[in-house]
Nanobody
Framework: QVQLVESGGGLVQYGGSLNLSCVASTTTFKLGWYRQAPGKQRELVATITTGGRATYADAVKGRFTISRDNAKNTVILQMNSLKPDDTAVYYC??????????WGQGTHVTVST
């Protein structure tokens, strides 16, 4: 069982920046972020493996950067040039090579115009 605790999020103006952080209770192969906007399905934002291999959704490439500290089991999402379309609940996600996915409780990000 992997527990994920998120922090960060909040209200930011259009074009602003925000960081999200997530701490896993144990070493996890892949950590990342998904988001769910009102009335929409949950979607991938970015993931990163213990080896540093990162994957991004097209919608955030060039604006968001994902990084991790393996010693601290922490993943950070740096979000720049935020747009109203980025408004959503952001969920930390953990996956090992075998086994279920794990989810954090979610943190709200609201981008105002």
């Amino acid at each position: 069982q992997v527990q994920l605790v998120e922090s960060g999020g909040g209200l930011v103006q259009y074009g602003g920046s925000l960081n999200l952080s997530c701490v896993a209770s144990t070493t996890t192969f892949k950590l990342g972020w998904y988001r769910q906007a009102p009335g929409k399905q949950r979607e991938l934002v970015a993931t990163i493996t213990t080896g540093g291999r990162a994957t991004y959704a097209d919608a955030v490439k060039g604006r968001f950067t994902i990084s991790r500290d393996n010693a601290k089991n922490t993943v950070i999402l740096q979000m720049n040039s935020l747009k109203p379309d980025d408004t959503a609940v952001y969920y930390c996600n953990g996956q090992n090579i075998i086994g279920p996915q794990y989810w954090g409780q979610g943190t709200h990000v609201t981008v105002s115009t």
